[in-house]
């Protein structure tokens, strides 16, 4: 049997986590500081009734804010945990979809390289929640970073010297179950956006190769798929992402037992039914313009950069030109 073509032969999961791992951590530069935008926007008037006072009006007001106020290092808070995070579920994320995919597609009969919606989805889903179960640690260390503000505070305020210092802090008072808080949250909103994210992409890609609309090389090709996904993803997650936040954010409170338990929620339907409650539907969409201002670019750079570096591995691994 003949090798395959230089470039053709498919990544490991190894190597799909690497890449996948590399490219995330490029777009989480570019999209951090909407990112905290996003979750100050999330938990400002957190359970309170319509016409609360706000610190403040928007997303870019909230990035001038802080800004003025805390510097450089205000609106990148939590890159670090958010470096880890991003390594460990893109990584996942993007290094595990297409074997899922390939297998899955196996066990119904069908060919390991056809595109079907439903085995896409749920690749995208299962991936999603492996990386998101795998990084949640490092997720709700940067959800409390970046909501931590010395000047104009939202929400609960949790001060951390560094990520080290927050895994120390929460273990010794929460232990294991501190680190896993909001993992239910978490493998809901990543499911969501999983689903649609890499089938999306993967789809849109694929129409404008073949209408030849534009070459599989091409650059503009990446970013036109990567958009489409991006408002795909903001889409599906939302509601989900807000919840997420606010139960990450949550102060904890002891129990006779020696457990710590939310404040504010129980679980993610539990803190959905008190925010719409409290804030109505428009309490879900909370930070949405920030999200946007996040999701897309995040999207776009993440997998524009994954297609980019993968093919170059690919071009050195195999020694092709």
């Not at 999961?13 to 530069?29: D, H, K, P």
């Not at 006072?53 to 290092?73: H, M, S």
């Not at 505070?153 to 929460?170: E, F, R, T």
């Not at 969409?285 to 999200?291: E, N």
Request: some cysteine; overall charge positive; glycine content about 10%.
């Amino acid at each position: 049997m003949s090798a395959p073509a230089p470039g053709t032969k498919p990544l490991s999961s190894a190597e799909g986590f690497v890449c996948g791992g590399t490219a995330a951590c490029v777009a989480v530069t570019v999209s951090n500081p909407a990112e905290v935008a996003k979750t100050r926007m999330q938990l400002q008037g957190e359970l309170a009734k319509r016409g609360a006072p706000k610190v403040y009006k928007n997303a870019l007001d909230v990035i001038a804010k802080t800004w003025q106020n805390e510097g450089i290092r205000g609106v990148q808070r939590g890159l670090g945990p958010a470096y880890v995070y991003q390594i460990l579920m893109n990584g996942s994320r993007l290094g595990f979809y297409e074997p899922i995919r390939r297998n899955v597609n196996k066990l119904v009969g069908a060919k390991p390289t056809d595109q079907i919606p439903l085995t896409s989805l749920f690749s995208g889903a299962a991936s999603g929640i492996i990386g998101a179960s795998v990084g949640n640690p490092f997720f709700l260390i940067k959800a409390r970073m970046q909501a931590y503000s010395p000047v104009l505070p939202v929400g609960a305020q949790h001060y951390y010297k560094s990520s080290w210092d927050a895994l120390k802090s929460i273990w010794k008072a929460e232990k294991f179950r501190g680190l896993v808080r909001g993992i239910d949250a978490a493998a809901l909103r990543t499911a969501m956006g999983s689903s649609v994210q890499l089938p999306t992409y993967n789809w849109t890609k694929n129409q404008l190769i073949s209408r030849g609309i534009s070459r599989g090389d091409s650059v503009w090709t990446f970013l036109a798929s990567s958009s489409v996904s991006g408002l795909c993803v903001l889409m599906m997650m939302q509601p989900t992402d807000t919840v997420l936040t606010r139960m990450y954010n949550q102060p904890t409170i002891p129990t006779p037992d020696g457990r710590h338990i939310g404040a504010l929620y129980k679980n993610p339907l539990d803190c959905l039914w008190k925010t719409f409650k409290a804030e109505g539907p428009l309490g879900w969409y909370k930070g949405s313009t920030a999200h946007f201002l996040r999701i897309v670019p995040h999207t776009i750079v993440t997998l524009t950069a994954n297609d980019i570096i993968v093919g170059i591995y690919k071009r050195v691994r195999d020694g092709s030109p």
